[in-house]
């Protein structure tokens, strides 16, 4: 006898995984803008650490950095939804116990913990070069920790593991097949 999942389930699963095309659309288009309105998000980026630029700007290598940087977040952001829909077509199609549902599921984890990463690593160099071209005494590096980041290593670990164990239902499922 095989389980199905739920038809409810898997239409949930198919309008997940249509908001994460969406969400994946709306990233390209901000690695787009970034790389276009590089000023936006040097102003952007100096808001939200609470830096006062003095109407300074940045050189030619501190903007490109900074995009850098950018690209990076967005990539790891993106290459989590990407496997957040391998996972959402796995469960429409109703195929949740099968290794490439728990490839995703292991992949989802590394990206939550690639955001982590990204986050406790992007600050201190964020505002590093947001600075470098301030008078002396005024240049900084910070490092923050926040909740978020605690979050994603809570999540992305919660993922990964969840990943595993599904790995180990398929291999049992597949061995207990083998003896009927």
């Known amino acids: 006898m095989t389980y199905q999942l739920p038809r409810a389930t898997r239409r949930a699963a198919q309008v997940l995984r249509g908001l994460s095309f969406i969400a994946m659309t709306v990233l390209l288009g901000l690695v787009a803008w970034v790389a276009v309105d590089p000023v936006f ?11 006062d630029m003095g109407g300074r700007t940045l050189g030619l290598a501190s903007r490109m950095a900074l995009v850098a940087g950018a690209w990076i977040a967005l990539g790891a952001v993106f290459y989590t939804l990407w496997h957040m829909s391998r996972l959402f077509a796995c469960y429409a199609g109703d195929a949740a116990l099968t290794p490439t549902a728990a490839h995703a599921l292991r992949h989802i984890g590394l990206g939550f913990l690639a955001q982590a990463a990204v986050g406790l690593l992007g600050h201190p160099v964020e505002t590093l070069l947001l600075t470098l071209g301030a008078p002396a005494g005024q240049r900084m590096v910070s490092l923050a920790v926040s909740s978020a980041d605690l979050g994603f290593v809570l999540a992305g670990g919660m993922m990964l593991i969840v990943g595993l164990v599904t790995s180990q239902a398929v ?3 597949s061995e207990n097949e083998g003896f009927v």
């Open 41 to 51: 998000l040097v102003s952007h980026r100096a808001d939200a650490l609470g830096l």
């Open 171 to 173: 291999a049992l499922r």
